[in-house]
T-cell receptor
Framework: ETGVTQTPRHLVMGMTNKKSLKCEQHLGHNAMYWYKQSAKKPLELMFVYSLEERVENNSVPSRFSPECPNSSHLFLHLHTLQPEDSALYLC??????????????FGSGTRLTVV | SQQGEEDPQALSIQEGENATMNCSYKTSINNLQWYRQNSGRGLVHLILIRSNEREKHSGRLRVTLDTSKKSSSLLITASRAADTASYFCATGTSGSRLTFGEGTQLTVNP
């Protein structure tokens, strides 16, 4: 257990479904991230939140909608996804945003399959 | 653009041997970090080295950084079967997020 908990671990959804991924951390970190990991590709940063405010959105399609109600929780709302969105979605947290020198703590990820 | 690029893409060794993985990057960095990922799981932070440091140790891990060559290496000594995983380098630049490479898949055979 890393201190960052992601649920569910696995999710299969149809292209017309709406689902949400949840991430929770109780490390006292102020920054939270969503990453997408597809086979044979580097990790892709999707969203960055600092103190509950979205500070970065890396050209992610609107069918992915993040929400950060407080500094301990982060959601990724999914709707009308495409099969190419199937991937491992990883949540991470760090003490601050930026890369001044803090490691990221990752959750175990949600394996998403879009059918 | 992608920063860290690991080399080799895959490495297979026998238990007890040392494993060396390399990472090259393109622009100036503030720090470089190494992570490990077991199959289908999240990444685990292993070690961070700052741009003004040349070498760092943590247990069986040794990381070097050569900013003039824009490269880093991760050495795992006396490898164990449990070290089998993917290893990623991530570069941090001032004011921006970590950028990850594609990783090296290490297999340690018992």
């Amino acid at each position: 257990e890393t201190g960052v908990t992601q649920t569910p671990r696995h999710l299969v959804m149809g292209m017309t479904n709406k689902k949400s991924l949840k991430c929770e951390q109780h490390l006292g970190h102020n920054a939270m991230y969503w990453y997408k990991q597809s086979a044979k590709k580097p990790l892709e940063l999707m969203f960055v939140y600092s103190l509950e405010e979205r500070v970065e959105n890396n050209s992610v399609p609107s069918r992915f909608s993040p929400e950060c109600p407080n500094s301990s929780h982060l959601f990724l709302h999914l709707h009308t996804l495409q099969p190419e969105d199937s991937a491992l979605y990883l949540c991470a947290s760090s003490q601050t945003t930026g890369a001044q020198g803090y490691g990221y703590t990752f959750g175990s990820g949600t394996r998403l399959t879009v059918v | 653009s992608q920063q860290g690029e690991e080399d080799p893409q895959a490495l297979s060794i026998q238990e007890g041997e040392n494993a060396t993985m390399n990472c090259s990057y393109k622009t100036s960095i503030n720090n470089l970090q190494w992570y490990r990922q077991n199959s289908g799981r999240g990444l685990v932070h292993l070690i961070l080295i700052r741009s003004n440091e040349r070498e760092k140790h943590s247990g069986r891990l040794r990381v070097t950084l050569d900013t003039s060559k824009k490269s880093s290496s991760l050495l795992i000594t006396a490898s164990r079967a449990a070290d089998t995983a993917s290893y990623f380098c991530a570069t941090g630049t001032s004011g921006s997020r970590l950028t990850f490479g594609e990783g090296t898949q290490l297999t340690v055979n018992p």
